[in-house]
């Protein structure tokens, strides 16, 4: 199997394992009163994790930040 295989294979475990928001980060982010923002984060890193998949050639500069010319 491929290096490119695999990476999309752990870029895969995590994008699950985030959108799962672990028990711990829940509790923490309850306690720190900021749950509407452990879900923005979330939704965020599991954009960027899938722009990653789809660009995976691309920087992450090109991916966020280039105008399509």
Known sequence: M???Q???KALIIWEGAINLVPDQ????GSLWNVQREI???REELIE???AI???PKSTKHEIF???NK
């Open 6 to 8: 695999n990476r999309e």
């Open 39 to 41: 879900r923005e984060v």
């Open 65 to 67: 930040f280039e105008d």
């Open 25 to 28: 980060v829940q509790l923490e």
């Open 53 to 55: 998949r789809a660009f």
């Open 48 to 50: 960027y994790i899938r």
């Open 2 to 4: 491929s290096s490119e």
